[in-house]
């Protein structure tokens, strides 16, 4: 990369560990989100058809993982749960599994338009009582389904305690719920439309539930946040949007500004590699996966550091906020820090 405008200097990566994940690379192919965070942990999910593995990625640097559980019948968006059971959102139902691997209550609703490209989402509530998913809306007098749902079911049976409309521009959406790495933590809920995306974050109380847009840049709430501070990059690449506390405008910057030229922000996940640097892939296309990553100043935005690595390649890193990430390749798992 020619770093003539970001004025960084290359930073080795050390590799600390790896682990193997059947199915974690054809999960990623059909657009299922492979990494969460949820809970006060940070979880891969790997598998195909309706067999899915669930591995919970260890706290310390040691290892990729330090546990994994694998579920039947699981077909959809999962979300591990508080008590070590399954949430699984489908096409017409959302399902609770207990940690045994039973089925403890199935929550049906109108089927998405046929092949329109919709993708629900499912993450427990802040408090862990409660599930949250997107679901169609309610049909109108042409028995179409109006605006998608954000429904709040209760953990123990599934009934339904709340529900509100989520607005955003026409077309199918693909939804991807996402915790915050604070106790307890905050629920984001990203909603990608064609070239667009929205971001709600999603609070649950007495008798209400309430989907509050975050943010003006039509970017979703990415990767690793930390503390309340989160990251934004825009779908187009052109620019990262780091948000404050209490709604604060945050700290903006320019693709233009602080990389070579042509150079964009890339990837799903750019976030918190500690509590003073950001990790970011950057490339020339969005739609053509590049293996730069630099590290990004937390207060100023501003290229830190040009990461190096020893013979592998991986277009989105994905920054545990520790110091340490992880590169995934193929079904394997790969977990780095600086040299």
Request: hydrophobic share 35%; aromatic share 6%; proline share 8%.
């Amino acid at each position: 990369m020619d770093r003539s405008r970001t004025a960084v200097g290359p930073r080795t990566a050390e590799l600390l560990a790896e682990d193997e994940l059947p199915g974690l690379h054809a999960r990623a192919r059909r657009g299922l989100d492979v990494f969460l965070i949820r809970h006060g942990a940070r979880w891969l999910v790997a598998g195909e058809a309706d067999r899915v593995t669930v591995g919970r990625i260890a706290p310390d640097g040691s290892r990729v993982l330090a546990s994994r559980t694998t579920w039947e019948g699981a077909e959809g968006s999962v979300s591990p749960l508080p008590d070590g059971g399954l949430a699984v959102a489908g096409a017409t139902t959302v399902r609770a599994f207990d940690a045994e691997g039973r089925v403890r209550w199935t929550y049906p609703f109108q089927p998405w338009p046929a092949e329109d490209g919709h993708g629900t989402s499912c993450a427990a509530d802040a408090t862990g009582r409660c599930l949250l998913a997107v679901t169609t809306g309610l049909l109108d007098e042409d028995g179409c389904p109006g605006a998608d749902l954000c429904v709040a079911l209760d953990l123990r049976d599934g009934s339904r305690v709340a529900a509100t409309e989520l607005q955003r521009p026409p077309g199918p959406a693909r939804y991807f719920f996402q915790h915050s790495l604070t106790a307890p933590p905050r629920v984001f809920l990203n909603a990608l439309t064609g070239e667009t995306c929205g971001t709600w974050e999603i609070a649950l109380g007495e008798g209400f539930l309430r989907a509050a847009p975050l943010g003006d840049d039509d970017g979703p709430i990415a990767g690793s946040a930390l503390g309340e501070a989160t990251a934004e990059p825009a779908p187009d690449g052109r620019r990262l949007t780091l948000h404050t506390p209490g709604g604060a405008k945050g700290i903006r910057t320019d693709a233009g500004d602080v990389l070579p030229q042509g150079l964009r922000f890339l990837g799903r996940h750019p976030g918190f590699l500690d509590d003073r640097r950001l990790l970011v892939a950057v490339g020339r296309d969005p739609d053509r996966p590049s293996d730069h990553h630099l590290l990004l100043d937390a207060t100023t935005l501003r290229p830190a550091g040009e990461l190096r690595y020893p013979g592998t390649e991986c277009p989105d890193p994905l920054p545990l906020g520790d110091g340490t990430w992880l590169t995934l390749h193929g079904d394997v798992a790969r977990r780095w820090t600086l040299n």
